[in-house]
């Protein structure tokens, strides 16, 4: 075990000091490019928050879609394979779903503000 | 001075002098942007009546690398489409010279520097633009009706590509990325699924969207960056510009975040366009936003390989949000759309 602060508050820590502090000193492409950093660690932060949960279930979803073992990278390449070649459609039983939930699962990491995710939230509810 | 400085400020000067009528020099030369296809300088001939606002585009170093940009024309095809475009009546930069060796600056063209805005943001927000917001769609879809109707004939050598051509080139690029993204198999699946016969091939802008239309408070003045210009399906136009990424956050306006599909669709068959398939723009829409997504994982794989721009990478991390987008056009949640 770790001390305090964990890494999640560690990054939001970084975060914070490069908005309000570091940018407002900064002028044209550099302010730019801070902030982008800015965003970048905050896809850390939310993945160090949501991701472990995450991918365990997106794993799980997949052993029980595929009926087999394997790791996220090799379960994907499957299923990969199988919707290419026609024999997995979203009228498969499960497909859907997870492809929604696996599909938001990312971007409440990468893009939590980005419209057609918000519009999927509330299509979904 | 910086001009005297910049290797291309003299030959540029001997340009101006011998093509812009009464040029007598060349003022505020200084460089717009820059890309691996293309280098953007704005500059002004001094002539007696005054400033001549101009912009050279050419290719980096003098000479564009067509193997890697392979889809881009030639600059100058791309000054030959331009004037070809300006000739049916689509607002476009005047082309004042094309470039020749003697020229001495590699190739590229002259043309006129339009005033107005290509940032979407400000388009989309400014007060500015407020008059000119509700027009745009109408007006995209009558500029679009008459870029269509070029005569075949008079076009200089160009792909053509039609729709399982580019379903075909951006899955072998998503294959060359090699990551696995269910979605965007089950859209290449799709499009195989659903490719339409294409029943009128026409020239194609290929990149028809904000940020390659100047906008100003009355409205598009210019459409610009005809590198990627083709034959295709005149269909794929209309849907490129409606695309969510485009939207800027103003999802319900899919045209480019400022219009209605209907104003778009009124405006381009009432300026003589095609009859619009709903079913062929859903089709182009579909790959166009996958098309993005691909685009996205280029980037990711271009920081991988050690391009280090933090910019870049997080670009990558976009492929999810064309993911959302072709989930709600694909396995909608609520059954519209």
């Keep these: ?125 | 001075m910086p001009e005297a400085a910049n290797p291309i400020a003299a030959p540029l000067e001997e340009v101006a002098r011998k093509h812009i009528p009464g040029a007598t020099g060349i003022e505020a030369l200084k460089r717009l942007s820059g890309g691996a296809s293309q280098e953007i300088w704005s500059f002004d001939a001094a002539t007696p009546s005054g400033a001549v606002p101009l912009i050279l585009r050419r290719a980096p170093g003098g000479f564009r690398d067509t193997g890697r940009s392979g889809t881009a024309v030639p600059l100058e095809t791309e000054a030959r489409l331009i004037r070809l475009a300006e000739e049916v009546g689509v607002p476009v930069p005047p082309v004042r010279h094309v470039l020749t060796e003697e020229d001495g600056l590699g190739q590229g063209f002259i043309m006129d520097r339009v005033p107005g805005e290509t940032l979407a943001r400000k388009i989309l927000r400014d007060e500015e633009f407020a008059e000119a917001r509700p027009k745009l769609a109408r007006q995209c879809g009558e500029i679009l009706a008459k870029l269509h109707t070029v005569e075949k004939s008079k076009l200089p050598p160009l792909r053509t590509a039609t729709s399982r051509d580019e379903v075909e080139q951006y899955f072998t690029t998503y294959k060359q990325l090699d990551y696995p993204h269910p979605v965007f198999e089950l859209a290449f699946r799709w499009l195989r699924d659903n490719a339409p016969q294409t029943p009128e091939l026409t020239l194609v802008h290929g990149d028809f969207r904000n940020g390659n239309l100047m906008i100003g408070p009355d409205g598009v003045r210019a459409v610009l960056d005809w590198e990627i210009a083709h034959i295709g399906d005149p269909m794929a136009d209309l849907s490129w510009i409606c695309i969510n990424p485009w939207r800027f956050g103003n999802i319900d306006m899919p045209v480019g975040g400022f219009g209605t599909r209907e104003d778009l669709f009124a405006g381009y068959e009432a300026a003589g366009g095609f009859k619009v398939d709903p079913a062929r723009v859903k089709f182009w829409e579909v790959l166009g936003t996958l098309k993005w997504g691909v685009m996205c994982m280029g980037m990711a794989s271009a920081f991988l390989q050690g391009d280090r721009s933090v910019e870049r990478a997080t670009i990558g991390r976009r492929a999810s949000e064309t993911e959302v987008d072709l989930m709600r056009l694909l396995a909608p949640l609520t059954g519209k759309e």
């Design chain 1, 1 to 125: 075990m770790q001390d305090q602060p964990s890494a999640i508050d560690l990054i939001g820590a970084v975060s914070e000091f490069i908005r309000n502090h570091a940018m407002p000193q900064l002028k044209g492409h550099t302010a730019f490019h801070a902030l982008v950093a800015a965003n970048a660690l905050d896809i850390v932060k939310r993945e160090l928050e949501v991701g472990p949960a995450a991918n365990g279930e997106e794993l799980a979803r997949l052993k029980s879609l595929l009926g087999k073992d394997g790791t996220l990278d090799a379960l994907n390449r499957e299923l990969c394979a199988r919707i290419e070649s026609g024999d997995m459609t979203l009228d498969t039983p499960g497909l859907r779903d997870h492809l929604w939930a696996t599909t938001l699962t990312k971007l409440a990491i990468d893009q939590p503000k980005y419209s057609g995710y918000r519009r999927a939230l509330e299509e979904k509810a």
